[in-house]
T-cell receptor, first 113, second 114 residues
Framework: KNQVEQSPQSLIILEGKNCTLQ??????????LRWYKQDTGRGPVSLTI?????NTKSNGRYTATLDADTKQSSLHITASQLSDSASYIC????????????FGDGTTLTVKP | DTAVSQTPKYLVTQMGNDKSIKCEQN?????MYWYKQDSKKFLKIMFS???????INETVPNRFSPKSPDKAHLNLHINSLELGDSAVYFC?????????????FGPGTRLTVT
C-alpha cells in the first residue's frame, strides 16, 4: 500500500532559525514528489516538484531534497519568518494512473517572534 | 485575478439537505479535481475530470455527484447531507492529468452540517 509519512507532526521554532521537515514514502513506482505549503484557511500552494532524477530543488528560502534510493525527502527552511507558519504537506505520485497521488498528513510549523 | 475560485466559501446546512459547491478556473487547464480535507487536516482526492470526462472516482458515497459543464468548471453536488460530510472541500486544477504538472488549489469551501 502506498504511504507517505511526515515528521514531526508539529514544530515550533523562533523567527530567524532554520528547520527541516521530513517525508518518508513507500509509493512505487515513483513519479514525482511535491511539497505544498498550506496557510490556515487557505488552499495548498506548491513549493517544489521533484522527479526521480532530481535530488535537490530550491524555491527562495525553501530547499527540498530527495533520496529516491531510501525513499526520503526533506524540506529545509532557512532564516524562518513569521509568515512561514503553516502546514507543510508532502505528496508523492506513482508512475501509474494519472491523478493517483498519496498525501502525507502534514507538519504544522509555528514560527514565534 | 483569481486562478481557481470556489463558491460559497462557507456553507452551513442541516442534515438531509442537498447542496452544491461551484468551482471555476481561468488558467486554461484541462484537469480539475475535488479534494476533501477533514478535521485532522488530511487531504483526500474525491474526483478528477480531464476535459470534462471523469477519470478518477475514489471511494466516495454516491450522494456526491460531480458535474463538469465545460473544462473551466467543476461543480460538486451533495445529496442528503450527513454530519460526517462536514469538512473543507478544495477544488484544484492542473494543465493536464499527468502527475508532473503542478496543481493549483482554490481557497476551499468550509461545509458544516448540523
Amino acid at each position: 500500500k502506498n504511504q507517505v509519512e511526515q515528521s514531526p507532526q508539529s514544530l515550533i521554532i523562533l523567527e530567524g532559525k532554520n528547520c527541516t521537515l521530513q517525508c518518508n514514502y513507500t509509493v512505487s513506482p515513483f513519479s514525482n514528489l511535491r511539497w505544498y505549503k498550506q496557510d490556515t484557511g487557505r488552499g495548498p500552494v506548491s513549493l517544489t516538484i521533484m522527479t526521480f532524477s532530481e535530488n535537490t530543488k530550491s524555491n527562495g528560502r525553501y530547499t527540498a531534497t530527495l533520496d529516491a534510493d531510501t525513499k526520503q525527502s526533506s524540506l529545509h527552511i532557512t532564516a524562518s519568518q513569521l509568515s512561514d507558519s503553516a502546514s507543510y504537506i508532502c505528496v508523492v505520485s506513482a508512475d501509474t494512473n494519472a491523478g493517483k497521488s498519496t498525501f502525507g498528513d502534514g507538519t504544522t510549523l509555528t514560527v514565534k517572534p | 485575478d483569481t486562478a481557481v475560485s470556489q463558491t460559497p466559501k462557507y456553507l452551513v446546512t442541516q442534515m438531509g439537505n442537498d447542496k452544491s459547491i461551484k468551482c471555476e478556473q481561468n488558467l486554461g487547464h484541462d484537469t480539475m479535481y475535488w479534494y476533501k480535507q477533514d478535521s485532522k487536516k488530511f487531504l483526500k482526492i474525491m474526483f478528477s475530470y480531464n476535459n470534462k470526462e471523469l477519470i478518477i472516482n475514489e471511494t466516495v458515497p454516491n450522494r456526491f455527484s460531480p458535474k463538469s459543464p465545460d473544462k473551466a468548471h467543476l461543480n460538486l453536488h451533495i445529496n442528503s447531507l450527513e454530519l460526517g460530510d462536514s469538512a473543507v472541500y478544495f477544488c484544484a486544477s492542473s494543465q493536464d492529468n499527468r502527475e508532473i504538472y503542478e496543481q493549483y488549489f482554490g481557497p476551499g469551501t468550509r461545509l458544516t452540517v448540523t
